[in-house]
Each structure stands twice: as C-alpha cells, then as structure tokens.
C-alpha cells in the first residue's frame, strides 16, 4: 500500500504476529491483541 498511496509512506508500520481470526475473538485473542498493541502505543498515534 505505501507503494501506491503516497501517504501512506509516511506511516510508520509494525508487523505484529497475532493469532486472531475474525471467528475466534474470545477473551485469550483479545488480551493478546491488546498486549501487542499497547506495546507501540503512543500519543501522537491517531489510527491502529
């Protein structure tokens, strides 16, 4: 996508593994996601 949309060269992207699926959003996946979120969360970030 950054190939394509210029502005999207300027986002900073991290790759985060994650083993969610849209069928099995139980309470372990969603921790997970939260962890890996929060650990490259900022304040200046307005999207995820």
Do not use: P, W
């Amino acid at each position: 996508m950054q190939e394509h949309v210029r502005e999207f060269s300027e986002a900073q992207v991290y790759f985060m593994s994650s083993f969610y699926s849209v069928a099995a959003m139980d309470g372990q996946t969603a921790e997970h996601l939260q962890k890996a979120i929060c650990k490259f969360s900022r304040n200046d970030i307005l999207t995820v």
